[in-house]
């Protein structure tokens, strides 16, 4: 009841932050979202926007942990269309964590980042997804919970989890 009432307030917000009339759900009433929406802040979200030639883009780090002590770290860029359907991607792996220098994933965020064209940090909002690569299954990825709501997660590492309403573009980590 608690999450249900702070999701209102947080549509309720992103709607009169953004300057909208009405909350926009962007999805059926008992399925996922069509769109969620990224919002660039100083906590999780730094790397997502427009490029010149119009494409939406999310880089970021993410991780696959494979049991045990053991995660994989990758950074990521995913690049959309206008209407935020994933068009191209590139994940590369950085290693396993604890066994490669520690500024390796800064440094392969930077090089993603270089690869931009003009990026522009700005709010997007994109179609779930997912992609195969390196045998793990990456994307924002929709699920339904216990409780019977529907929250995406950022995978394979679960690092990000967007619930309702999409508009607003609320998460945890």
Same mark, same amino acid.
């Given at each position: 009841?608690? &999450? ?12 009169? &932050?953004?300057?909208? /009339? ?29 490029? +010149? ?14 049991? +045990? ?43 993603? &980042? ?15 997804? /997912? ?25 394979? +590492? ?11 573009? +609320?998460?945890?980590?």
């Amino acid at each position: 009841m608690i &999450l249900r009432r702070r999701q209102l307030i947080a549509g309720m917000l992103g709607a009169l &932050l953004c300057g909208q /009339r009405s909350l926009r759900l962007d999805a059926p009433a008992d399925g996922p979202p069509e769109k969620i929406r990224l919002i660039p802040d100083q906590l999780r979200i730094s790397n997502v926007g427009r490029l +010149g030639n119009g494409r939406l883009f999310f880089v970021d780090a993410q991780v696959d942990p494979l049991g +045990g002590n053991l995660t994989n770290d990758y950074a990521c860029t995913f690049l959309f269309d206008t209407d935020g359907r994933l068009v191209e991607h590139w994940i590369e792996f950085v290693g396993e964590r604890n066994a490669y220098p520690e500024l390796n994933l800064a440094a392969a965020i930077d090089r993603h &980042l270089a690869a931009l064209n003009d990026p522009v940090i700005t709010d997007i909002r994109v179609r779930p997804f /997912r992609v195969e690569s390196e045998g793990a299954v990456f994307g924002l990825i929709p699920r339904r919970t216990r409780d019977g709501d529907w929250r995406v997660e950022f995978m394979p +590492g679960d690092t990000l989890s967007f619930y309702p309403p999409w508009d607003a573009g +609320g998460y945890d980590t």
